[in-house]
């Protein structure tokens, strides 16, 4: 199974604190929808609820809940179908699949090898839930690759263009977006999925995941990637699109931009000029200090910590002297996180490490695991290159196997019975 499609359980099990109490239809095993005679009940769906609110960092509570309900039920229903097509063609998911999967999380999660199933437990994330999204992508991936993959084929002339393209560029700005699209795919359907489309700007507006929400909900080609479109060159967009980058400012969100086929939400990362380095893919040395701090604290508890998380950030002059620097406030001994590319870190930390200098310490970050104050130890900035045509030939290739891939679940969804209760 491609690592791609492993990113959404590295958002959800690094994020999640626990799981929502079962609610009374829940425990009655109440059916939420009917696919083609089988059954998605309310427990499942409450679960799958608990993984989306705790990996998207949103407030669990009833208003939440009810917004989400909707879009999470349909995501279980394309699994459904996803699953109900594996099936068809014979096609299974096998316990050494599912081994081989946690066996990656673990290693995206940096998780001591054989530990999948603590890791999940101190979480109080339920297994259960996290396996059956395991099982749905896993079987997809392979009805994909068995029934799409083989009919893919990129010609030279594609691949030259690419290169031409990026030749000719050299110079000119390009923008780092991420993106969410959600699909119109019947008609009459399109002020229901742009109320959608607003409510997933209005949570990522109050302190939402995004890249979570665009794995989770996402129908365009880069939800596996949390939504990242990655570099492109001012002009290569529909001019609605390209208007809608235009106003916005790295960090910045757009509200939903209507286009042809659906809704797009953007966010700009970072703008550069093409033929720089790529910020993303420098190299950094990390150590952090870790303050801890319940999710359910109250603000004066937050306050306080944050407080003294700042103090610790004011006195580090280096990663020389954080160990006494750590003693000297009475916290425990600094985290060494290695070398890793700024790429590789969670989203919410990229943007500030991407702006320390050597030896300057971040603000406090909060995570579920507390306040992390993160020095920049070491930093290198690899030299500007353009892709080479292998790199090419898999950029178009996941690019339109991914399209495909929507093709098909939109002609089963279209060809299924399902009933909602």
């Avoid at 669990?60 to 699953?83: G, P």
Wanted: a positive charge; hydrophobic letters at 40%; glycine letters at 8%.
């Amino acid at each position: 199974m491609p690592a791609f499609k492993l990113a959404l359980f590295a958002v959800v099990l690094a994020a999640a604190l626990s799981l929502p109490p079962t609610t009374a239809q829940a425990q009655l095993g109440g059916i939420a929808a009917a696919v083609n005679d089988e059954v998605i009940s309310f427990y499942d769906l409450e679960q799958r609820l608990g993984l989306v609110i705790s990996s998207a960092g949103l407030k669990n509570n009833i208003e939440t809940r009810r917004r989400l309900r909707s879009q999470v039920l349909r995501t279980l229903v394309d699994e459904s179908l996803q699953l109900q097509e594996a099936k068809r063609l014979e096609i299974e998911v096998k316990e050494k699949d599912l081994d081989v999967a946690k066996r990656l999380i673990e290693k995206q999660n940096r998780i001591p090898e054989g530990r999948f199933a603590d890791f999940v437990a101190a979480r109080r994330i339920s297994m259960d839930a996290v396996v059956n999204q395991l099982k749905a992508e896993i079987a997809w991936t392979k009805v994909v690759n068995r029934r799409l993959r083989p009919t893919i084929q990129i010609s030279d002339e594609e691949i030259e263009e690419v290169l031409e393209r990026y030749q000719a560029s050299a110079g000119k700005e390009e923008r780092h977006v991420l993106e969410i699209f959600l699909a119109v795919d019947q008609t009459g359907q399109q002020e229901s999925v742009r109320r959608a489309a607003q409510r997933l700007v209005e949570q990522v507006r109050g302190g939402a995941d995004f890249q979570a929400l665009a794995r989770q909900f996402s129908q365009g080609a880069t939800a596996a990637q949390g939504g990242d479109i990655g570099w492109i060159l001012e002009g290569q967009l529909s001019p609605e699109l390209e208007a809608a980058l235009a106003a916005l400012k790295p960090g910045g969100i757009s509200s939903p931009i209507e286009a042809p086929g659906g809704f797009y939400i953007f966010v700009l990362r970072q703008k550069r000029v093409r033929g720089g380095v790529d910020p993303l893919a420098v190299k950094v040395a990390l150590k952090q200090i870790v303050l801890s701090l319940p999710g359910d604290a109250k603000p004066s508890v937050v306050e306080r910590q944050q407080s003294r998380a700042r103090d610790i950030a004011a006195d580090i002059s280096g990663c020389d002297d954080l160990a006494a620097t750590a003693r000297q406030h009475g916290v425990g001994k600094p985290g060494d996180l290695g070398e890793l590319h700024i790429g590789e870190l969670p989203d919410r930390f990229r943007s500030v490490v991407a702006g320390l200098a050597v030896g300057q310490a971040s603000p406090p970050l909060r995570t579920p695991d507390g306040l992390h104050v993160l020095v920049v130890c070491s930093r290198v900035e690899p030299k500007a290159t353009i892709p080479d045509r292998d790199t090419i030939i898999d950029r178009i290739g996941r690019r339109r196997l991914t399209m495909m891939s929507r093709r098909y679940l939109r002609d089963l969804r279209r060809d299924a019975v399902v009933e909602y209760r």
